[in-house]
Structure formats: structure tokens, C-alpha cells
């Protein structure tokens, strides 16, 4: 199966990766086109533009920052819609409102294309390991099309049913993650102003009932400052504010997730905001009252 790949950022151009090596024939576009360089010398193909992508492949998925990344990709000159068709088939795994899907969903399948949705749920590691968790929603039959790909890139899939309905589902998810480093945070601070060592808190952690993966990957490197970006603070914050937004739109209470945001857009205004999402670590530790 070819498949084009739109957009190779930190998650993006693990994805494509995995894709390559795993058999199948890439053809990848990213705005900065240099940085498709390091696929080709893998097997890839360029793409010009996200035009030319689609005319070539009957399956294209894009991985992109932000919906409004994700609508220039569709409806901008030389984007998805000037070629999309019948037979083809689109795929966005890209972390956006449930709106900005819907109105992606409609303008494909205008044209005769099929759309599905597929935000996932992991960062750079996962995303390179090929164990990202897929939430899928819209077209079951390119869903099912799509399961080789998904089964490369991802641990275990999951079809939601209707559009927003994976958009809706990572939002909360990353509304939790997000909530939990805040907290996180706190807690290694508390320690340490305490008296305690942070280090033994991580060792407790992981042995009661809310050791996860999370807390044992991140608390090492938060603890030595180290927070190379595995996913983005920025992009953190921009799924904590689409989570309140959900939150409003159904009148659900989330004084916890908007105490988090508001801890990840002071950090981002520290310009934090390109540094991994525990970063927020740093904001906390600055606090002292």
C-alpha cells in the first residue's frame, strides 16, 4: 500500500519512519521540505505540496501542530481538496477541536473522498516504538483500510464511531495528563521544600497505586531540569484550552484542568513553551508563596 504523510514533526517523522521500515511505499510533504531529507534516505519519495501527495496515493494521513495547521493543509492553495476523490482516503491524526474535524470531514467528503479522524495518545517515545494508542472516528471502512498502517504505528486502535468523537476522547485524555503533571509537580516540590528527597518520592510512587508510566519517565529528567521535548508544552496548553472549551460546550465544571492551564500558559509566557509539556515543573519551583 502507498501511503502519503503529511506533516514530520516530532511525532510525524517517527510515524513515517516506522511506516517505511515496515514495508511500505512513503511519499512524505512537511512545509519545510528539507526536513523530508532524513525519510528519503530511508526509501521515501517527496511530495511537493500536499496537493501532489494526494493525487499520487489513495491513503494519506497528516500529522500536524494545530487546527489551524491542520485547515491551511486542507484548504489553503495546493492543499488536500484540490485533489481529493473518490477512492481516496484521508487521515487526521493531528490533536484538534472536534469543529475543526468536523469541518475537515465535510469539505472531503464533498468532494468524494473519505475522511476519518485519528488523533493518538503518546508522545516521541511511544510514537517511535510504534506503541501510540489510536482513537479513530468516521469512515469505518477506511478505518478498517487503515488497520496495517495503524497496527505499525500503534499499540491497539480504537474506532469511536462518529466524527469528534476521537477528537473528543484525546481532549480528555490529555486534559487528565495534563492536570497530572501540575500535580505531579507539586508534589516534587512539596517534597523537596519539605525536607524530603524528591528521588525517594519517585521510588514510592512507582510502588503504590498511582505508579504509571508517566511519573517514572518524566520524574528523572524533571529532577535534573532536563526536558527535551518529547511533547511540546505548547501544544500541552493548546490541548488543555480546547479541553475547557469541550468542558464549557457540555457545562462540566474543571476547576483542577483550568488551575493546570493557567500553569502552562505562565510557563509558556517564560518561553517554555518549545520544551517538553513537564517543564511546567520549572514554573512550580519558581513559586515561593
Not at 469512515?139 to 464511531?161: E, N, T
Amino acid at each position: 500500500m502507498e501511503v502519503g504523510f503529511l506533516g514530520l514533526g516530532i511525532m510525524g517523522k517517527a510515524m513515517a519512519t516506522n511506516l517505511i521500515k515496515s514495508g511500505f511505499k512513503v511519499t512524505v510533504w512537511n512545509r519545510t521540505l528539507s526536513k523530508c531529507n532524513e525519510l528519503v534516505e530511508l526509501g521515501a519519495s517527496i511530495g511537493e505540496t500536499p496537493a501532489a501527495v494526494v493525487k499520487k496515493c489513495k491513503l494519506i494521513i497528516a500529522m500536524l501542530s494545530d487546527p489551524a495547521a491542520t485547515l491551511l493543509v486542507v484548504f489553503d492553495k495546493d492543499g488536500v481538496l484540490e485533489e481529493i476523490c473518490s477512492g481516496k482516503g484521508y487521515i487526521d491524526m493531528s490533536t484538534v477541536d472536534p469543529e475543526t474535524s468536523t469541518k475537515i470531514s465535510q469539505a472531503i467528503t464533498a468532494k468524494g473522498g473519505s475522511f476519518l479522524e485519528a488523533p493518538v495518545s503518546g508522545s516521541k517515545q511511544p510514537a517511535e516504538a510504534g506503541q501510540l494508542v489510536i482513537l479513530a472516528a468516521g469512515h469505518k471502512a477506511l478505518y478498517d483500510l487503515a488497520i496495517p498502517a495503524f497496527d505499525v504505528m500503534g499499540k491497539k486502535s480504537f474506532f469511536l464511531g462518529e466524527i469528534g468523537n476521537g477528537a473528543k476522547m484525546k481532549l480528555v485524555v490529555n486534559m487528565i495528563m495534563g492536570s497530572m503533571m501540575n500535580a505531579f509537580s507539586e508534589g516534587l516540590v512539596l517534597a523537596e521544600r519539605s525536607g524530603l528527597n524528591p528521588s525517594n518520592l519517585l521510588d514510592v510512587l512507582d510502588l503504590g497505586g498511582i505508579a504509571n508510566p508517566m511519573f517514572r519517565g518524566k520524574g528523572p529528567g524533571m529532577l535534573k531540569g532536563n526536558h527535551s521535548p518529547a511533547f511540546p508544552l505548547k501544544h500541552q496548553q493548546k490541548d488543555m484550552r480546547l479541553a475547557l472549551a469541550l468542558g464549557d460546550e457540555n457545562a462540566v465544571s474543571m476547576p483542577v484542568a483550568a488551575a493546570a492551564n493557567e500553569a502552562f500558559k505562565k510557563a509558556r509566557s517564560m518561553g517554555l513553551g518549545d520544551l517538553d509539556f513537564s517543564a511546567v515543573y520549572e514554573i512550580v519551583k519558581m513559586q515561593k508563596d
